[in-house]
């Protein structure tokens, strides 16, 4: 089993572009959570998703956005990119009924505006 | 809204001794939460979690202990290893129970000396 798997791992965009990240769930999980962690912080909540929806959303504005697959696989998208958007993405995913004891983090994307 | 936060960014102990990170939290109606270990280049990892109905859980060599009334949570490792090194965060669920969006404090790195 892989786990949850992120790519890229590192990317490198300019400021007013577009980028998407990529997340592949544990095997079995259905519910994807993503999270911005900036350098020396906590990771931030963005969105949830399950059953192909947006669920639940942290104060984040609509440059985020986000997608699932019927596969469970997600995407994250943010547009107008910011230099302040350079973080480290984290992806974690779960059963949907199962509690945040059983989710998993991938490795993350280190999203890089210059 | 919903804060998390740390006492000290840093903690430096010598192996062998027990390690105590503490946490602190706004919201009173938070009922779960939960303690990451998160390694360089690494995702973060469960450790462990409990549930506002219980004061203390205990795992392989770690311990949670809630405090609701002062709305403080500490995490307790013994016998400190080297590969206990990393940043440690602890998160509270805010909404619904273990499911609901976790809000995470800002991480303090333990340090274990050989």
């Known amino acids: 089993d892989a786990g949850v798997t992120q790519s890229p791992t590192h990317l490198i965009k300019t400021r007013g572009q577009q980028v998407t990240l990529r997340c592949s769930p544990k095997s079995g999980h259905d519910t994807v959570s993503w999270y911005q962690q900036a350098l020396g912080q906590g990771p931030q909540f963005i969105f949830q998703?399950?059953?192909?929806?947006?669920?639940q959303r942290g104060n984040f504005p609509d440059r985020f956005s986000g997608h699932q697959f019927p596969n469970y696989s997600s995407e994250l998208n943010v547009n107008a990119l910011l230099l302040g958007d350079s973080a480290l993405y984290l992806c974690?995913?779960?059963?949907?009924?199962?509690?945040?004891?059983?989710?998993?983090f991938g490795q993350g994307t280190r999203l890089t505006v210059v | 809204g919903e804060s998390v936060g740390l006492h000290l960014p840093t903690l430096s102990v010598q192996e062998g001794d027990n390690s105590i990170i503490n946490c602190a939290y706004s919201?009173?109606?938070?009922?779960?939460f939960i303690w990451y270990k998160q390694e360089s280049g690494k995702g973060p990892q469960f450790i462990i979690d409990i549930r506002s109905n219980m004061d203390k859980r205990q795992g392989q060599r770690v311990t949670v202990l809630l405090n609701k009334t002062v709305k403080h949570l500490s995490l307790q490792i013994a016998a400190t290893q080297p590969g206990d090194s990393a940043v440690y965060f602890c998160?509270?669920?805010?909404?619904?129970?273990?499911?609901?969006?976790?809000?995470f404090g800002q991480g303090t790195t333990l340090q274990v000396k050989p």
């Open positions: 974690a995913s779960r059963l949907r009924y199962r509690g945040h004891g059983e989710a998993f």
């Open positions: 919201n009173s109606a938070s009922d779960y």
């Open positions: 998160a509270v669920a805010y909404g619904s129970s273990n499911t609901g969006k976790l809000i």
């Open positions: 998703y399950y059953e192909e929806e947006e669920r």
